[in-house]
């Protein structure tokens, strides 16, 4: 009898694989039946990951989303799974037990199945509670394998791994090919390990298309073995997302295997309701580069799953950068300049700070620090000068052990900086929570919610949370998506504007302006006259010597006492990172090398410290304000 393979729709991660937010609830709710009539899922990953912050965002509930999207798969038979980081949970930080117990009651009563658990540093200690929450919750427990390519994760390394998690009490084991970097015939060899010594134990792979390898895994991993095959569909599949099941479907059947049919009229259903939410508004936010293979993403190994928020990185910094390099007369750079620095970073780093798997969160931390290190570089700076402090908690312990060893240069910095390495159970420094949460539930009148959802919201997503309940979110979002709705329209309008001309062909060659009251010559090149790329100067109007704008002369400081501390980058200005730090305030003294606040960037928080002695006379920006590069923060004398 023919090996029967069963298919799970990945449509959480086919969209932020691809971009940054998720279908709203009505939205969800329009394709469900749809999703169902193809016949072809057995499972159907609903929510985890980023699903309920992303919510947050754009000021909807998540807890309704979760409910009424899972439904409809629950009354017809089709098992729904979620995505959880372990320590984690379904956020970047740390979570305490407490709020990690109640994560797994509230989904499984808000109708998720199966638990898909992974730790990003495949450190065991951190799934332990995974496992236990999720069955005590009446979930299927599902421990994934964080699959990277190293000399430290070999296949015997990932066997070893896999019987650990089942002696905890996994249910099933997921082969988590989280970059789609792992070689086929890797994936095939740690499955037939695995199933050689616990053949009742169901496999399921999951992989993305990025690099090029997904097809090939696949089939190696079904010719292991493996039950279960996650996989998208168009218009979302492919690029850094997942192989589209139709493809799937053909190359196993042909293989031998038992699949079942796909229902086409309702695949196109489904693939015409997705493109309408794209053309809505989730398409504002992909990149179009996310939806290309790419085999550059062999070497770094960097996930699928966040090149959405790489490219906006990338993006953002560009700009930074680029405008430093114009102020010191330096050649601009490109997007794919930046992109290929940024790779060889990632490869240079990565094996420095201990092999950590490129994934959630861990994958932002190696890619961030990357990122941080190359536009130091480029300014002719240190490399590892800006190291963001949830980096070093990873590199000293605290959110587990690292697979191999960080190297001498860096464990010389942690001492420097006066770190201790951490060898204990990482639980352990992230005390329970839930009362104080459910106390400020209580004194602002907030409902707990149908099972402590509303709570768990509050405790998993503080910050997220009550920007929602305030409305800033939604409010902060429909500003967003205005404004990339309208740059979009101008830049249409542009694409069919008619170039300036008259009637008998006639284009200017200089222009005259005014700028505070001194008239000045613009000279004009046409591009498509043969001259290049536009270019203008200017000149001072019936004069020989061009006449420059003055610049405004900078206020004069107090020669001798008044000192600056200003931003090393672009991002947002924090005096403190937690509610367990005191706030900086005029009339404190600092030392040398004292934290006088943070730049988040990037999803992480920066330490800026003083580079003087002297006490505080003022602070120029308030919390959460967005600073640029070099931005005086605050002034000591």
């Known amino acids: 009898m023919a090996q029967e393979i069963k298919f799970s729709l990945l449509y959480r991660d086919m969209w932020q694989s691809s971009g940054k937010y998720v279908p709203t609830v009505d939205q969800l709710t329009e394709v469900a039946p749809a999703i169902i009539d193809m016949g072809c899922f057995a499972r159907v990953e609903t929510n985890g990951g980023g699903f309920e912050q992303i919510n947050l965002l754009f000021g909807e509930n998540p807890n309704k989303s979760v409910r009424e999207w899972t439904q409809p798969f629950n009354d017809a038979g089709i098992q729904t799974h979620m995505l959880e980081r372990g320590l984690n949970a379904i956020r970047m930080s740390p979570v305490p037990a407490d709020v990690r117990k109640l994560m797994f009651q509230v989904k499984k009563k808000q109708g998720t199945d199966i638990a898909r658990s992974f730790d990003g540093l495949n450190d065991p200690r951190n799934l332990e509670n995974s496992i236990k929450f999720a069955k005590e919750a009446g979930m299927i427990s599902q421990a994934a394998l964080s699959l990277t390519v190293s000399p430290v994760h070999t296949v015997e390394y990932y066997t070893n791994l896999a019987d650990t998690l089942i002696e905890m009490g996994a249910d099933e084991i997921c082969i988590k090919d989280m970059a789609g970097v792992g070689r086929p015939a890797t994936i095939g060899k740690i499955i037939k390990n695995i199933k050689k010594r616990h053949p009742n134990t169901p496999i399921q792979y999951h992989g993305h298309a990025g690099p090029g390898f997904?097809?090939?895994?696949?089939?190696?991993?079904?010719?292991?073995?493996?039950?279960?095959?996650?996989?998208?569909?168009?218009?979302l599949s492919w690029g850094t997302g997942h192989a589209d099941i139709l493809a799937v479907q053909a190359m196993l059947k042909d293989a031998g295997f038992k699949v079942p049919e796909i229902n086409m009229n309702a695949y196109m259903k489904v693939r015409t309701l997705t493109q309408k939410y794209m053309d809505d508004f989730l398409g504002y936010y992909i990149n179009p580069k996310n939806r290309v293979m790419n085999s550059l993403l062999i070497g770094p190994?960097?996930?699928?799953?966040?090149?959405?928020?790489?490219?906006?990185?990338?993006?953002?910094?560009?700009?930074?950068?680029?405008?430093?390099?114009?102020?010191?007369?330096?050649?601009?750079?490109?997007?794919?300049?930046?992109?290929?620095?940024?790779?060889?970073?990632?490869?240079?780093?990565?094996?420095?700070?201990?092999?950590?798997?490129?994934?959630?969160?861990?994958?932002?931390?190696?890619?961030?620090?990357?990122?941080?290190?190359?536009?130091?570089?480029?300014?002719?700076?240190?490399?590892?000068?800006?190291?963001?402090?949830?980096?070093?908690?990873?590199?000293?312990?605290?959110?587990?052990?690292?697979?191999?060893?960080?190297?001498?240069?860096?464990?010389?910095?942690?001492?420097?900086?006066?770190?201790?390495?951490?060898?204990?159970?990482?639980?352990?420094?992230?005390?329970?929570?839930?009362?104080?949460?459910?106390?400020?539930?209580?004194?602002?009148?907030?409902?707990?919610?149908?099972?402590?959802?509303?709570?768990?919201?509050?405790?998993?997503?503080?910050?997220?949370?009550?920007?929602?309940?305030?409305?800033?979110?939604?409010?902060?979002?429909?500003?967003?998506?205005?404004?990339?709705?309208?740059?979009?329209?101008?830049?249409?309008?542009?694409?069919?504007?008619?170039?300036?001309?008259?009637?008998?062909?006639?284009?200017?060659?200089?222009?005259?302006?005014?700028?505070?009251?001194?008239?000045?010559v613009v000279h004009i090149n046409y591009p498509e006259n043969g001259n290049g790329a536009a270019t203008q100067t200017t000149s001072a109007a019936n004069t020989t010597i061009a006449a420059p704008v003055a610049a405004p002369a900078p206020a004069a400081p107090a020669i001798g006492k008044v000192k600056e501390v200003s931003s090393p980058l672009e991002g947002k200005f924090f005096l403190t990172k937690d509610s367990s730090e005191t706030a900086l305030k005029v009339g404190d003294s600092v030392k040398k090398n004292d934290i006088i606040g943070y730049i988040e960037s990037m999803k992480t928080y920066n330490a800026i410290a003083s580079e003087v002695d002297g006490t505080v006379t003022e602070i120029c920006f308030a919390n959460g304000d967005s600073v640029d590069e070099d931005d005086i923060l605050i002034k000591l004398q």
Do not use: C
């Not at 997904?214 to 996989?231: K, R």
């Not at 998506?481 to 009637?503: L, M, Y």
């Open 214 to 235: 997904q097809m090939a895994s696949i089939l190696e991993a079904a010719h292991a073995g493996a039950e279960y095959i996650d996989a998208g569909m168009e218009p």
């Open 301 to 520: 190994g960097l996930p699928g799953g966040m090149m959405g928020s790489l490219m906006s990185d990338l993006e953002n910094n560009l700009s930074s950068i680029n405008k430093w390099k114009k102020k010191h007369n330096q050649p601009e750079l490109t997007q794919d300049d930046l992109m290929i620095k940024l790779f060889e970073e990632v490869s240079y780093v990565w094996p420095k700070i201990g092999y950590p798997p490129l994934v959630t969160p861990y994958s932002q931390y190696v890619k961030n620090l990357a990122l941080m290190n190359v536009l130091q570089l480029e300014k002719g700076k240190e490399r590892w000068s800006m190291i963001a402090d949830n980096v070093w908690d990873m590199i000293i312990g605290k959110t587990g052990k690292l697979p191999g060893e960080p190297a001498p240069e860096i464990v010389e910095m942690a001492k420097e900086k006066g770190l201790e390495f951490y060898s204990g159970n990482p639980q352990d420094l992230y005390p329970n929570q839930l009362d104080e949460f459910r106390a400020e539930m209580k004194k602002k009148n907030w409902d707990l919610g149908q099972d402590d959802e509303e709570l768990l919201e509050l405790a998993m997503h503080p910050e997220q949370y009550r920007a929602y309940k305030s409305g800033d979110a939604k409010r902060d979002f429909d500003e967003d998506i205005a404004k990339r709705k309208a740059e979009k329209e101008t830049s249409e309008a542009d694409k069919t504007a008619t170039p300036v001309n008259t009637t008998n062909g006639f284009q200017p060659k200089t222009l005259v302006v005014n700028i505070d009251d001194e008239e000045y």
